[in-house]
């Protein structure tokens, strides 16, 4: 069984960073990605946007345009555990965070939701003004 834990929400001031992780484990493949996603506060679960991508121990990164030279995605020293360190964050990026995976993709399926096939249960970031 696949599972997908996500750590490290909070709340913070803008300008402020938080540190997120998320530890996968059960996998049925050993090649995959892993990404994060957010899903504003009153946005249904079609609106949840993509925010970062890597390709597991190859090291290929992706983001959004909304996110880039703010955030960064890497792998965590412990195997199958991804970080996502967001600095200069804004209000705007207030949202609940959530953990995805996926097989190899494509390049136009990466950090779209249809691309990913398990996820974790979310952790809550707020930034305040």
């Known amino acids: 069984q696949v599972q997908l834990v996500e750590s490290g929400g909070g709340s913070v001031q803008a300008g402020g960073s938080l540190t997120l992780s998320c530890a996968a484990s059960?996998?049925?493949?050993?090649?995959?990605?892993m990404a994060w996603f957010r899903q504003a506060p009153g946005k249904a679960l079609e609106g949840r946007e993509g925010?970062?991508?890597?390709?597991?121990?190859?090291?290929?990164?992706y983001y959004a345009d909304s996110v880039k030279g703010r955030f960064t995605i890497s792998q965590g020293s412990a195997e199958n555990t991804i970080i996502l360190q967001m600095n200069n964050l804004k209000p705007e990026d207030t949202a609940m965070y959530y953990c995805a995976a996926s097989p190899l993709l494509l390049y136009y399926q990466r950090l779209r939701l249809s691309g990913y096939n398990y996820w974790g249960q979310g952790t809550q970031v707020t930034v305040s003004s």
């Open positions: 059960g996998y049925p493949v050993s090649r995959k990605e």
């Open positions: 925010v970062a991508g890597i390709v597991v121990d190859v090291g290929t990164t």
